[in-house]
């Protein structure tokens, strides 16, 4: 992912728009931190132990009312009994998101929709007041905007699907280890009330016009979404 530039001078926004602003960004900054360095962890962890990832042993788990079936190779916690109530669920799932279809590790985190907010809607609400003027090159048919510093955002790069109505969105920051790929962090709604947050390598950005269609397989595999009707 090319550097960011150097941050210009920024204009000085209401008193109102900026607490708010800043309050959301806080709350972000600190679940996407956590998470990046979960995510640097697990990769590590997955791809230590690939044959995990075909474990045909299942387990259960509820979360918002529904019973979600679940790899047991694919379970980042696994100290709940089977067919526990779950206030997250926590998945590593190898994807062949990587550039030219290779398997590379995607975090999954399912929560109650109520305690996330989608990364489309992040795109108006909050980071269109953080973009900086400039505008980076990258994956084809993403626009990339650097975020300003401030609330939390130095170094960190929104890219966005600019002619959707529902668009791509990701936020990218700098791995906690050196010599990392830069970790991405999306957030989608789901029916039903659940929110998947999706932590990956900058470079599954090259495979974003197929990402929805891979995890939507993976989520109505699991049973967290309804799985498409045959015709």
């Not at 990218?172 to 709604?189: E, F, K, M, N, Y």
Request: overall charge positive.
């Amino acid at each position: 992912m090319p550097p960011s530039l150097a941050t210009p001078e920024r204009r000085t926004e209401p008193h109102s728009v900026g607490f708010t602003l800043a309050a959301i960004g806080l709350g972000i900054t600190m679940t996407g931190l956590g998470l990046a360095y979960a995510f640097t962890t697990i990769r590590t962890a997955w791809l230590a132990d690939v044959t995990a990832q075909a474990d045909a042993t299942t387990v259960s788990r509820t979360l918002v009312g529904r019973r979600l079936t679940i790899p047991a190779g694919w379970l980042r916690d696994t100290s709940l009994a089977s067919g526990a109530f779950a206030s997250r669920i926590e998945l590593a799932i190898g994807l062949p998101l990587d550039r030219g279809g290779a398997v590379t590790p995607v975090a999954v985190t399912l929560l109650p929709l109520s305690q996330a907010r989608p990364s489309a809607s992040l795109l108006d609400g909050v980071y269109l007041h953080q973009f900086m003027p400039n505008e980076l090159s990258g994956p084809p048919g993403l626009v990339g905007k650097p975020l300003y510093g401030s609330g939390g955002y130095e170094n960190e790069t929104v890219w966005y699907d600019a002619l959707s109505p529902n668009p791509f969105v990701a936020k990218c920051a700098p791995a906690p280890v050196a010599g990392r790929p830069a970790q991405c962090l999306r957030t989608v709604a789901l029916p039903g009330g659940i929110a998947a947050v999706y932590g990956f390598d900058s470079v599954v950005l090259y495979s974003w016009r197929k990402f929805d269609m891979v995890m939507g397989n993976v989520l109505a595999r699991i049973g967290a979404i309804d799985a498409p009707a045959k015709s």
